[in-house]
């Protein structure tokens, strides 16, 4: 069973930045893509970053909301992916999650908790 654990969510006033982290317990370095999902209250989760593996190459998308403030990378040394939000707003709010890119019921974690104040 796998274990996966987000952290680094937290309150920040608009314009704010958090650093979220996801750390799994088993390698994560032959999974092509990883990503980001956003769950805000009354809306279902939905990718708002991802980090892609083609020929030995990573590349990044973005929704558009957040594209130009957030910054996803990871770290298949230590089996973890991170996202860098900056300039945050009160839309960014929710609870944000790690999961492979199509989602795997498998890697679901408990989620960390972000919430921006206007």
């Given at each position: 069973?796998?274990?996966?654990?987000?952290?680094?969510?937290?309150?920040?006033q608009a314009g704010g930045s958090l650093r979220l982290s996801c750390t799994v317990s088993g390698s994560i370095s032959g999974i092509d893509s990883m990503g980001w999902y956003r769950?805000?209250?009354?809306?279902?989760?939905?990718?708002?970053?991802r980090i892609e593996r083609i020929d030995n190459t990573y590349f990044e998308a973005y929704e558009v909301s957040v594209k130009g403030r957030f910054t996803i990378s990871r770290d298949n040394a230590k089996n973890a992916l991170y996202l860098q939000m900056n300039n945050?707003?009160?839309d960014d709010t929710g609870v944000y999650y790690c999961n492979?890119?199509?989602?795997?019921?498998?890697y679901w974690g408990q989620g960390t908790q972000v919430t921006v104040s206007s």
């Amino acid at each position: 069973q796998v274990q996966v654990q987000e952290s680094g969510g937290g309150l920040v006033q608009a314009g704010g930045s958090l650093r979220l982290s996801c750390t799994v317990s088993g390698s994560i370095s032959g999974i092509d893509s990883m990503g980001w999902y956003r769950q805000a209250p009354g809306n279902q989760r939905e990718l708002v970053a991802r980090i892609e593996r083609i020929d030995n190459t990573y590349f990044e998308a973005y929704e558009v909301s957040v594209k130009g403030r957030f910054t996803i990378s990871r770290d298949n040394a230590k089996n973890a992916l991170y996202l860098q939000m900056n300039n945050l707003k009160p839309d960014d709010t929710g609870v944000y999650y790690c999961n492979l890119v199509p989602w795997d019921n498998n890697y679901w974690g408990q989620g960390t908790q972000v919430t921006v104040s206007s």
